[in-house]
């Protein structure tokens, strides 16, 4: 039987959304408050700056009231945790509810992570977005709309969904127990690297709610992983953020180093290159996960297994001749 260098791809879907179950009680104000910020969570990897648990975050926001102008309340203005009660705070004083105001919110984290942005017509964030080999930023959006009242105005409780793609590649060992696998100069080649997002309505739980779409990616990028995996015994993984996008022709290409029970390197190749399939995961889509799951054996640095054919029990050799048993005559 003979094993060849496997590449499959799994798809999980990070969405899971936090819920506020407990009654804060506040003191009576008409200014604008935001409560705690929910993001959608995912597990750590290596390559990417995970945002799992937010601190801060820049926000947008404006009314109109009665086919009026519409009136500006913040620009770029920035948000921090701390504000007691599970109320945050921001820059430059506070703004009041609008009794009959409707109003539309768009936030985004981390800093600096969006360029061009701005509020489009209506009223969410449009922005161009790098995530290439220098960027590997998480990259949260938050959309909201309220309508002001005289009072009893609840704080502003914003849903942040990851924009972005995460690539996974998961490396597993298929030589014995034994044997040390490890991985390294991992080079992943064919990846859009850029394109414009457009806010349209708000965000929500789920997995779908994200706001807005992106268009079509453009670039063309090379992404560097960690420097070198040595594989364990459930697999060794590592990963990177991109631009949502078709999946075209994407290559990985490493090294592989094996070595013995005592350290001795028994094989080596490099450069391993092996296109990622396309015919079932077709595209990455925003806010999800998607791993590539590659098991190193034998075959992949051309050794040859140790295998066992069927076995065969070798027959019985009669002897010549039979040997006659005497029974002796009882005398009564």
Same mark, same amino acid.
């Given at each position: 039987?003979?094993?060849?260098?496997?590449?499959?791809?799994?798809?999980?879907?990070?969405?899971?959304?936090?819920?506020?179950?407990?009654?804060?009680?506040?003191?009576?104000?008409?200014?604008?408050?935001?409560?705690?910020?929910?993001?959608?969570?995912?597990?750590?990897?290596?390559?990417?700056?995970?945002?799992?648990?937010?601190?801060?975050?820049?926000?947008?926001?404006?009314? &109109?009231?009665?086919?009026?102008? &519409?009136?500006?309340?913040?620009?770029?203005?920035?948000?921090?945790?701390?504000?007691?009660?599970?109320?945050? &705070?921001?820059?430059?004083?506070?703004?009041?509810?609008?009794?009959?105001?409707?109003?539309?919110?768009?936030?985004?984290?981390?800093?600096?992570?969006?360029?061009?942005?701005?509020?489009?017509?209506?009223?969410?964030?449009?922005?161009?977005?790098?995530?290439?080999?220098?960027?590997?930023?998480?990259?949260?959006?938050?959309?909201?709309?309220?309508?002001?009242?005289?009072?009893?105005?609840?704080?502003?409780?914003?849903?942040?969904?990851?924009?972005?793609?995460?690539?996974?590649?998961?490396?597993?060992?298929?030589?014995?127990?034994?044997?040390?696998?490890?991985?390294?100069?991992?080079?992943?080649?064919?990846?859009?690297?850029?394109?414009?997002?457009?806010?349209?309505?708000?965000?929500?739980?789920?997995?779908?709610?994200?706001?807005?779409?992106?268009?079509?990616?453009?670039?063309?990028?090379?992404?560097?992983?960690?420097?070198?995996?040595?594989?364990?015994?459930?697999?060794?993984?590592?990963?990177?953020?991109?631009?949502?996008?078709?999946?075209?022709?994407?290559?990985? &290409?490493?090294?592989?180093?094996?070595?013995?029970?005592?350290?001795?390197?028994?094989?080596?190749?490099?450069?391993?290159?092996?296109?990622?399939?396309?015919?079932?995961?077709?595209?990455?889509?925003?806010?999800?996960?998607?791993?590539?799951?590659?098991?190193?054996?034998?075959?992949?640095?051309?050794?040859?297994?140790?295998?066992?054919?069927?076995?065969?029990?070798?027959?019985?050799?009669?002897?010549?001749?039979?040997?006659?048993?005497?029974?002796?005559?009882?005398?009564?």
């Amino acid at each position: 039987m003979r094993r060849n260098f496997l590449l499959i791809a799994g798809v999980a879907a990070i969405l899971a959304s936090c819920s506020k179950t407990e009654t804060v009680e506040r003191p009576e104000t008409a200014g604008i408050r935001f409560d705690g910020a929910y993001i959608g969570y995912s597990t750590e990897t290596r390559a990417f700056t995970e945002i799992d648990d937010l601190s801060e975050f820049w926000v947008y926001g404006q009314y &109109t009231k009665d086919d009026a102008s &519409t009136v500006t309340v913040f620009t770029n203005d920035k948000v921090t945790e701390g504000g007691g009660e599970n109320v945050w &705070t921001y820059e430059g004083g506070q703004r009041p509810w609008i009794d009959g105001a409707t109003y539309t919110f768009a936030a985004y984290a981390p800093e600096n992570a969006v360029s061009a942005e701005g509020l489009n017509d209506n009223g969410y964030l449009t922005f161009t977005y790098t995530s290439d080999q220098n960027n590997q930023e998480d990259l949260l959006y938050a959309a909201y709309t309220q309508n002001g009242q005289a009072e009893s105005n609840e704080p502003i409780a914003l849903i942040f969904k990851h924009l972005l793609s995460n690539v996974q590649f998961t490396f597993k060992n298929g030589f014995d127990k034994t044997s040390e696998v490890n991985v390294s100069d991992i080079q992943v080649t064919g990846i859009a690297t850029q394109a414009t997002f457009t806010g349209n309505t708000i965000t929500g739980t789920g997995d779908e709610n994200f706001g807005g779409d992106w268009d079509t990616a453009t670039g063309n990028g090379t992404f560097a992983l960690t420097d070198q995996l040595q594989i364990s015994a459930a697999g060794s993984s590592d990963g990177i953020v991109v631009i949502p996008q078709s999946v075209g022709t994407v290559s990985v &290409t490493f090294d592989v180093e094996v070595k013995d029970q005592n350290g001795q390197i028994i094989a080596s190749k490099d450069k391993i290159s092996v296109n990622l399939p396309n015919e079932t995961t077709t595209a990455w889509a925003k806010g999800y996960r998607y791993n590539y799951v590659a098991t190193i054996t034998p075959e992949s640095v051309n050794l040859e297994y140790i295998e066992f054919e069927e076995p065969s029990v070798d027959k019985w050799t009669p002897s010549k001749d039979d040997v006659e048993l005497e029974i002796p005559v009882s005398e009564e």
